[in-house]
């Protein structure tokens, strides 16, 4: 494809504004690469403390300090009290699961897994499933320990996948077009749990209008993604639009004016529009199964503790506003947060408090506290697997080659 058409250059001119953005992970996870070639162990601890670096020691504190004291206050007094049930009771609820039930729900797990690393494998082209695998628990693993740590997921993205040989504005492509696929999805899955609800008529608690406002700003939203693929010119027409509107809002705020939004938008074009024709399928396929799959567990796990009144619509919409939830940057992947939320709408919907906790409880065991130790293996797989490694590329911003 020709520069006009927007595909990224060949000759590997200049950094974009999203590239130097993203520059400051990638030259950390480049030191990691560098400093750390076997260290399995060490590797993410060299993750963390780099990116702790970028900030002060006093916002340092302050971070883990809220993270720890919003985390506590969850589950020590907001939980039982908006629940008004006792930890011993959900324990309770835990301890009259089958061990059966158990084995499966883990193989279930693994499975569901296993359709994000195919989805994460389409975004970066020349990735197996294996390495996605490796690399997805690895980076969820730092994420979710550390609080604001998507930053230290996106070092951890950059340290792997460059030992492995990629370059630096292929893995920048990839982090762009997978994260948009899942923002559309953590949005999307939410409304259309809402908009079931609101079909089979049952009180919604107040929330079908706005699962009607949600699906008008996806489908927006969508077409906005649509038209800036489609071509240069629409492109630069919905960048024009996005200028106009930022430089609006900052005029009534009375703020400086900032970089330009339209050059981020065709930006993003540039790199990513290739990667974007040719798998968009593939991509949309995927999500949607790990999306169905993880919600599917969910409503395993519900099952599973004997909660048999709660139909599967107001399963899914506890998991997806589950999800939204994770998104919440005050504490690790929403800890704290997602199991008030989740287990408040199966109580919303006629769940018994302790069994909808219970539920909540050993579907994160999987989903979060599991991908902990997961992503210990993932670095120590990283680390040994000299099989997968090629020379180191330049650090530099270089030119992808064309999607295949």
Known sequence: MSDADGSPPDDGEGASELDRELEPHLAVGARVVADRPSDGIGAPIELLEE???TKSTTRRIVEAL?????????FALVIPKLFDTEYRDVFAALGRLDGLAVVGLFAFWIASMWTYWVFQARSLPGLTVPQSGV?????????????????VGIGATYAQTMSWGFRPVEVTRSILVSGVWNVFSKLGF????LLAVNLRGDDDH???????????ILVGAIVVFWLIMRSQVLAEKVGDAAQAVVGFGLRVARRP?????????????AESVDLVRRRWLGLTVWIGLYKVSSFLLQLLCVRALGIDELGWVYVLAAYTFGELLTTVPLTPSGVGLVEAGSAGIMVAFGAPEADALAAVFL???FTYVLEVPAGAIGWAIWAAKSSWRKPQPATGLDAAPSVG
């Open 206 to 216: 107040g929330l079908g209008i706005a699962a009607w406002i949600g699906l008008a």
């Open 135 to 151: 690399l997805n628990l690895s980076g969820s693993a730092v994420s979710n320990v550390v609080p604001f740590g998507g930053a």
């Open 190 to 193: 939410p409304i259309l749990a």
């Open 363 to 365: 579907f994160r065991a």
């Open 51 to 53: 990116e702790l670096h």
């Open 257 to 269: 004016a900032q970089e330009s939004v339209k050059q981020k938008v065709l930006d993003f074009r």
């Open 66 to 74: 809220v993270s720890l004291a919003v985390t506590v206050a969850m």
